[in-house]
């Protein structure tokens, strides 16, 4: 019989891709979908609009338990990926609160609903490199020590205690993977990877003339978000649940983010860049790069796609976009 399982947050980047590989392993998928007062049906669900004949949504918030609850009861679930989440740290910052409430008390929200209709359902919660912020070793393993470093950061290690707690409580099958950025040409045009491919792609086609930066020497360790979803569930098929560092071990600047994307079109990013201020954080994660020998391991999970690969994707894919007026 198919397994079922449910995504929280399938609207997303990780959510599309997740879905697509659940249902390309025989899956029965579910995912919860919020409501919202304006809605643009392409554009809230463009991420998943090939998926929709092949998907079940439910309409639910992480800010409302009863909604969680219903949607947790009316399905019989073999595995729950927990990916909803405010996951823009830079908005963190202006409302911490709302960030709190969404990815605290909506973690805490699924692993009760859980505990209480499906204690057998086996579950996943998408931690964050974020939560080794103010980084105590490089690279960072499942030991590092957590030092936050946004209202975000600080969410997300609250979700990776509770989730332990659960697990350590009540015996359930709960995992944490600790990701690091993962990137896709389905990546919110927000973050800066996205933010610069689209923006040197509609540069090109001349519909932008500049594109305005923070922190060029923030380096990440940057994968792809297609190449990260298997490792979530290679999680949930271990015999025992534990955590997992999920990166590739190789890390870059955001100048050189600009580099490949620019180059790829054949610009120069240092005649289009500027720096502005207001996208300095008031706290930055200077240095994050994973060491995932433990996922490599276990689950037998490996990165195979580099950094210029994605980052070219990427600026394939907005440059078709900008070609079209799309972005
Ligand atoms: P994303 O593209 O921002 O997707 C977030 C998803 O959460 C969307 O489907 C969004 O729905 C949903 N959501 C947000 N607030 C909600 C609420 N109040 N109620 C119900 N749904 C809500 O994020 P992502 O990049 O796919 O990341 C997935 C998860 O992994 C997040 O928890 C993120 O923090 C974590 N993570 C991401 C990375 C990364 O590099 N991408 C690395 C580590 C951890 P709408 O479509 O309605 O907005
Ligand atoms: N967004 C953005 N915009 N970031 C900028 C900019 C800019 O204009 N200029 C420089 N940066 C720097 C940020 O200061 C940060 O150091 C880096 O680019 C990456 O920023 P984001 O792409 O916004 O991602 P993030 O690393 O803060 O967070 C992402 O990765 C986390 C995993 O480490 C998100 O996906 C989180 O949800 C995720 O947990």
Redesign the pocket.
């Known amino acids: 019989m198919a397994r079922t399982a449910l995504i929280?947050?399938?609207?997303?980047?990780?959510?599309s891709y997740l879905a697509e590989h659940l249902l390309g392993l025989g899956y029965e998928v579910h995912g919860?979908?919020?409501r919202?007062a304006l809605e643009s049906q392409r554009q809230?669900l463009g991420r998943i609009a090939h998926l929709l004949d092949r998907v079940v949504l439910h309409p639910?918030?992480?800010?409302s338990y009863p909604s969680i609850y219903s949607v947790v009861g009316r399905v019989d679930l073999d595995e729950c990926y927990?990916?909803?989440?405010?996951?823009?740290v830079a908005e963190s910052f202006d409302d911490g609160f709302s960030t709190m409430q969404?990815?605290v008390m909506?973690t805490h929200f699924v692993l009760a609903a859980l505990k209480e209709l499906r204690p057998r359902c086996r579950f996943y919660f998408?931690?964050?490199?974020?939560m080794f912020g103010k980084v105590r070793e490089v690279p960072q393993t499942e030991d590092t020590v957590f030092h936050p470093r946004s209202p975000?950061a600080v969410s997300?290690v609250t979700g990776f205690h509770l989730t332990r707690n659960f697990r350590e409580s009540y015996g359930m099958f709960c995992a944490s993977?600790i990701?690091?950025?993962?990137?896709s040409p389905?990546?919110?045009l927000e973050?800066v990877t996205r933010k610069i491919t689209s923006s040197a792609a509609r540069i090109k086609v001349g519909r932008q003339q500049r594109l305005a930066l923070g922190n060029l020497d923030a380096r990440r360790d940057w994968g792809h978000?297609r190449e990260y979803v298997a490792a979530m569930h290679a999680m949930l098929q271990q015999d025992d649940p534990d955590d997992y560092v999920v990166a590739t071990g190789r890390t870059n600047s955001v100048r050189d983010v600009c580099e490949c994307a620019f180059s790829v079109l054949g610009l120069d990013y240092r005649d289009y860049v500027d720096l502005d201020p207001k996208y300095y954080r008031p706290a930055e994660v200077e240095l994050l790069i994973g060491d995932a020998a433990k996922a490599r391991e276990q689950l037998d999970w490996e990165p195979r796609i580099g950094f210029e690969a994605l980052i070219e994707e990427m600026v394939r894919s907005d440059l078709e976009l900008a070609s079209r007026g799309e972005i």
């Open positions: 929280t947050g399938i609207t997303g980047q990780d959510g919860i979908v919020r919202v809230r639910g918030m992480l800010e927990h990916l909803a989440a405010q996951s823009f969404t990815n909506g998408a931690g964050s490199s974020e975000y997300k993977g990701l690091f950025n993962h990137e389905r990546r919110g973050f978000a």
